[in-house]
């Protein structure tokens, strides 16, 4: 009987021929990954556009400052609001003098500003039924005499945030397309190259899975390098980039994980990982199947 039954032949997995695949695999896995990271990235600055995008409530001229602070104290608890600021018609004046670099106030012989609220919504709110919504609660409070919502600029950033999503979930799933196709060609050049020693063990009796499994040990374990150096340089990125772009567009103030919610954004990227992670391992695993099995069925005409 032969002794293939008894070990497991030895596929060195630390041969040159594993350095393509790892590097390969890396690559693809590290796209996804940039892919995956722009996108959650993307959703969080497109929140962070939204909520400074303010809501104005104006005041009559008649209504005193007590009840201006009544009223952003009660809008400050609402679930809708983010922030919300008092702007008194001095602070108004201050501001358009510093604009206008001219006193209209003197010129004018009086203050035509009104007094106002600077309200911030939570990104969730930022739509038109729910901006339409809270308009009319607003005018509910005695002494509002306009509130301006800038509706259309908020739907030009939902609109251009679909318009992103669905070109990075294109560019995800094209990557997923080219991974495939360049890992399993790296694989099957590997295979191609021990296409005898597979040979050679089917001739003294060895099993299918016996003859399979050190190829795929092989696989995964190149996979789980691809995986580790990918996440490296995708961690190293996304802080690098990360902080790029929230001190040129949000002076730095913008946290990429809510204070408030924290767990949820920690699972969607531990998610995306675990993904990654997945997507690495299974293709390698498969590609490495299919093509073992491709030499195991063919005639010796074709090893050659």
């Known amino acids: 009987m032969s002794n293939y039954n008894n070990s497991t032949p030895r596929i060195s997995r630390h041969d040159t021929s594993s350095l393509p695949q790892v590097v390969s695999i890396a690559i693809i896995i590290y796209l996804l990954g940039l892919s995956g990271l722009m996108f959650f990235a993307g959703q969080k600055m497109v929140d962070s556009l939204k909520e400074k995008v303010y809501v104005n409530i104006y005041f009559s ?12 104290e009660s809008l400050k608890s609402k679930n809708y609001t983010k922030d919300a600021y008092y702007l008194s018609n001095k602070d108004a004046a201050v501001d358009y003098k510093k604009e206008l670099e001219q006193d209209f106030v003197d010129v004018l012989g009086y203050n035509p500003l009104p007094s106002s609220i600077e309200l911030s919504l939570k990104a969730k709110y930022s739509d038109r039924a729910s901006l339409h919504k809270i308009e009319k609660e607003l005018y509910l409070y005695d002494g509002v005499e306009e509130v301006l919502t800038q509706t259309n600029l908020i739907e030009q950033i939902n609109k251009n945030k679909k318009l992103a999503a669905g070109t990075l979930a294109g560019m995800g799933l094209l ?21 005898f020693l597979i040979r050679s063990m089917q001739l003294v009796g060895a099993t299918e899975y016996f003859i ?14 691809a995986f580790i150096v990918s996440t490296g340089f995708l961690v190293i990125t996304f802080y690098v980039i990360g902080n790029w772009a929230n001190d040129l567009i949000f002076s730095g103030k913008m946290t990429w994980v809510d204070s408030q919610n924290p ?21 390698p695993i ?14 010796i005409e074709d090893l050659y």
């Open 286 to 299: 498969i590609c490495t199947y299919w093509s073992t099995k491709r030499y195991l069925y063919s005639n």
């Open 175 to 195: 990557f997923i397309i080219i991974a495939f196709f360049l890992i399993n060609s790296t694989i099957r050049l590997s295979i191609y190259s021990k296409r």
């Open 263 to 283: 767990m949820r954004e920690i699972l969607i990227y531990s998610s995306l990982f675990a993904c990654l992670f997945l997507i690495g391992m299974l293709i």
């Open 212 to 225: 399979i499994k050190p190829f795929l040990k092989k696989a995964a374990f190149q996979a789980l390098m």
């Open 61 to 72: 001229q008649n209504t005193d400052e007590s009840s201006i602070i009544q009223i952003l």
